[in-house]
């Protein structure tokens, strides 16, 4: 699990980082005279996180990396422990220096022996002082012992963040499709189906984690004769995670527009052309891969698309609940993950090139025991199918069985980055809870 490790650890650094912020908690270093220490280790840790990418890398073919990693983590919640005893302590000074209105007048007049504790009279004792210039050195050795390992720096979570985008998404679906016939049902139900809303348009969501084949449902759906018969205009854009609405408007613009050519990026001239190419038609928009919880955005995209005419749907794609609530969904349609035997089909198709084992039947036993593996994600096994393509040896899919899903080769692997994006967007203090 060495990427989830690593993803662990950023995470607790970049809490470490929200923390050295806190406002509180700068008074309180000042006060105790402590600041200029806090300062080191945020520059120390803002070099240690730079090489955090390659040091992931490098661990699983070399065992000092590794215990360098191991080290770091260690100290990195020790220093978070050191940092939770700051911030109490400047917790209660907060507290004891805002009084309530009613009693401060009088506690002017009460000698601070009979008050208690005097929040300006704490002092760090020696064994809190000798623990921050433990970590201080910890810290440097840290820094130092990187360089005996020639590892790289980059830019943090966010080349992460970089390295898991996927592509977009086009339109078109793949020939071979199992599963799915009662979802795209379903949802072409929905979609053929003329709702009382008040609305011009209505918003259908297919919700549910990465890989389980929400754009591939949508890819069925949008490709449908049924649905090219109902409705007069329809157009495909993939979001993603830059939620631009003036990119988004140009993009279905463009997908609607016969030379699929528009020049301009003026959002008010390419909503208004927008408007005038829906303008008393019945359309059908996906939206794939959303994840804007902006209301503002929202509406501010929607605005051309109260021109077209009653009936209308756009479908969206998304991994959050949230999302779905914010377009104001009147369906949110929750995909499941593939049976164990149409998740065997997706695995035999992309590794065998075949629907079965029926050529290469002493590899079926093996091959059930790796789609166990996968959860019902049909992403997973086109991935592990895909790594194994033209390989018909046991030892390699023996291989396969016997590693971890997650450190598989990132190059040949789609499965980290349909998943683990989904984890780099978490708040850091939600990230360890996984």
């Known amino acids: 699990m060495s990427i989830i490790g690593e993803a662990l650890l950023s995470a607790t650094i970049e809490v470490l980082f929200e923390k050295l912020a806190s406002?509180?908690?700068?008074?309180?270093?000042?006060?105790?005279?402590?600041?200029?220490?806090?300062?080191?280790?945020?520059?120390?840790?803002?070099?240690?996180?730079?090489?955090?990418?390659?040091?992931?890398?490098?661990?699983?073919?070399?065992?000092?990396?590794?215990?360098?990693?191991?080290?770091?983590?260690?100290?990195?919640y020790d220093v978070e422990d050191m940092l939770d005893e700051f911030a109490t302590e400047a917790l209660q000074r907060k507290s004891l220096d805002e009084p309530q209105a009613s009693t401060s007048k009088v506690r002017k007049f009460i000698p601070t022996c009979c008050t208690g504790f005097n929040p300006q009279s704490f002092k760090l004792n020696s064994a809190m002082a000798s623990q921050i210039d433990e970590i201080t050195t910890r810290l440097q050795k840290i820094v130092e012992e990187r360089n005996n390992f020639d590892l790289k720096e980059n830019s943090g979570l966010r080349s992460n963040r970089a390295r898991y985008q996927r592509l977009p998404a086009t339109s078109l679906n793949e020939p071979h499709i199992y599963g799915r016939e009662n979802d795209k049902k379903a949802v072409l139900d929905l979609l053929l189906t003329d709702n009382d809303v008040d609305t011009k348009f209505s918003v259908i969501s297919i919700e549910g984690m990465g890989g389980l084949g929400k754009t591939t449902l949508a890819q069925l759906v949008y490709n449908d004769v049924s649905v090219k018969d109902h409705f007069e205009i329809t157009a495909w854009t993939c979001v993603s995670h830059d939620f631009n609405v003036t990119q988004v408007t140009k993009t279905i613009l463009q997908s609607m527009a016969s030379d699929s050519t528009v020049a301009v990026d003026d959002l008010n001239m390419l909503q208004v052309k927008l408007k005038e190419k829906l303008s008393g038609k019945k359309f059908f928009i996906v939206l794939d891969d959303i994840w804007n919880e902006s209301y503002e955005n929202w509406t501010k995209l929607c605005l051309p698309f109260e021109g077209g005419s009653r009936g209308s749907k756009i479908v969206v794609t998304t991994r959050n609940h949230s999302v779905s609530l914010k377009v104001g969904a009147f369906v949110a349609y929750p995909l499941k993950e593939l049976s164990t035997n149409d998740c065997l089909s997706v695995f035999t198709r992309h590794s065998l090139g075949k629907n079965d084992f029926s050529e290469h039947e002493f590899l079926e036993e093996i091959g059930k025991k790796i789609i166990g593996k996968c959860g019902g994600l049909?992403?997973?096994?086109?991935?592990?199918?895909?790594?194994?393509?033209?390989?018909?040896?046991?030892?390699?899919?023996?291989?396969?069985?016997?590693?971890?899903?997650?450190?598989?080769?990132?190059?040949?692997?789609?499965?980290?980055?349909?998943?683990?994006?989904?984890?780099y967007y978490l708040p850091s203090h939600l990230k360890r809870c996984l």
Do not use: C
Request: proline residues 3%.
């Open 23 to 76: 406002s509180d908690l700068l008074q309180f270093a000042r006060q105790e005279q402590i600041h200029a220490d806090l300062e080191k280790w945020k520059k120390t840790l803002v070099k240690i996180e730079a090489v955090l990418d390659d040091a992931e890398e490098k661990q699983t073919t070399d065992r000092l990396v590794e215990t360098w990693l191991g080290e770091l983590k260690n100290l990195a």
């Open 378 to 423: 049909p992403l997973a096994a086109k991935t592990i199918g895909g790594l194994l393509r033209g390989k018909v040896n046991y030892k390699d899919w023996e291989d396969v069985l016997d590693s971890n899903m997650w450190n598989l080769p990132q190059e040949e692997s789609g499965i980290v980055p349909a998943l683990t994006v989904s984890y």
